[in-house]
Nanobody
Framework: QVQFVESGGGLVQPGGSLRLSCAAS????????MGWYRQAPGKQRELVAT???????NYAEIVKGRFTISRDNAKNTVFLQMNSLKVEDTAVYYC??????????????WGQGTQVTVSS
């Protein structure tokens, strides 16, 4: 069983910053790709950013230059630094990880989500 603990969401004014973190724990042998996705009310879940175990990154066009994804492999933790936040960034943010378990199984899981609200 793998668990995720997300933190860092909250209410911020337009132009402000937030830093999300997501720590994975459990019977994990290695984590391949970690990422952040978000879902706004009435919309589908969408990719925000991903990062490989070798720290290669991929961003959605709408967050490029404003958001930075990073990870600490030793702590199985992924971060999302969000700057210059806009009202349209308001959503529930979910972390995701693709990992290998000690049993040899490869799987993927989602965090519970953390609310980010950008409003004046």
């Amino acid at each position: 069983q793998v668990q995720f603990v997300e933190s860092g969401g909250g209410l911020v004014q337009p132009g402000g910053s937030l830093r999300l973190s997501c720590a994975a724990s459990g019977s994990i042998f290695t984590i391949y790709t970690m990422g952040w996705y978000r879902q706004a009310p009435g919309k589908q879940r969408e990719l925000v950013a991903t990062i490989s175990s070798g720290h290669s990154t991929n961003y959605a066009e709408i967050v490029k230059g404003r958001f930075t994804i990073s990870r600490d492999n030793a702590k199985n933790t992924v971060f999302l630094q969000m700057n210059s936040l806009k009202v349209e960034d308001t959503a529930v943010y979910y972390c995701n990880a693709i990992y290998g378990m000690w049993s040899g199984t490869r799987s993927a899981s989602w965090g519970q989500g953390t609310q980010v609200t950008v409003s004046s």
